[in-house]
């Protein structure tokens, strides 16, 4: 099953871009890469995903390396409600279904 | 449009109880899932369901037990409290898993066993 692994914690200036990266070095070739971000013990929230190419919609954009191998979200000018732990999984097979498997993911600190 | 919702929000058990946690959703979703998540740990999944009628474990299912007697519906079961089972827990479900789908959160359950 594909693994990631992303920094313990980041902390970005308010305005600025934030860039969190993650790496999914076993990422098999229907895997797809998910994105989502927990405020404060709140329910995960869905970002973004992708597959191979990049993404980008409301809240963020993805951009995957071209050998899939890692990823990253960038937050184009956080705010202090982006402060929050950003999960990216990688949908994992079991019995022929894909179950989502969380680490611990990265707590984003924005700061004034 | 509810999206999915956790009943109930808290709850306080004494070790031994036993205590059902409902999750429903009004998205026709087939897939749906239980976590459990401890202080400063990610989301543990315990228990899942890919349709009616149909359930599986996950990485920490000792414990707990599932239902899912209907397509909206899934139950969670502690059957005898232990206070290692002190967490939030949190339901998810999804159309499908894998290709192209994202997964919809509840806002979980606090439960305490004392």
């Known amino acids: 099953d594909a693994k990631t692994t992303q920094p313990t914690s980041m902390d970005c200036a308010e305005g600025r871009a934030a860039n969190l990266p993650c790496n999914h070095s076993?990422?098999?070739?229907?895997?797809?890469v998910y994105w989502y971000r927990q405020i404060h013990s709140q329910g995960p929230q869905y970002i973004i995903h992708?597959?191979?190419n990049n993404e980008t919609n409301e809240m963020a954009s993805l951009i995957i390396t071209e050998d899939r191998k890692s990823s990253t979200l960038i937050l184009p000018h956080a705010t202090l409600r982006d402060t929050a732990v950003y999960y990216c999984i990688v949908s994992r097979a079991s019995g022929g279904s894909y179950i989502p498997t969380f680490g611990r993911g990265t707590s984003l600190i924005v700061h004034p | 449009n509810a999206g999915v919702t956790q009943t109930p929000k808290f709850r306080v058990l004494k070790t031994g109880q036993s205590m059902t946690l409902l999750c429903a959703q009004d998205m026709n979703h087939e897939y749906m899932y239980w976590y459990r998540q401890d202080p400063g740990m990610g989301l543990r999944l315990i228990h899942y369901?890919?349709?009616?009628?149909?359930?599986a474990k996950g990485e920490v299912p000792d414990g707990y037990n599932v239902s899912r007697l209907k397509k909206q519906n899934f139950l969670l079961g502690l059957e005898s409290a232990a206070p290692s089972q002190t967490s939030v827990y949190f339901c998810?479900?999804?159309?499908?898993?894998?290709?192209?789908?994202?997964?919809?959160f509840g806002s979980g359950t606090r439960l305490t066993v004392v």
């Open positions: 369901s890919v349709g009616e009628g149909t359930t």
């Open positions: 998810a479900s999804s159309y499908r898993t894998g290709a192209d789908y994202g997964y919809t």
């Open positions: 992708g597959l191979k």
């Open positions: 076993t990422i098999s070739g229907n895997e797809y």
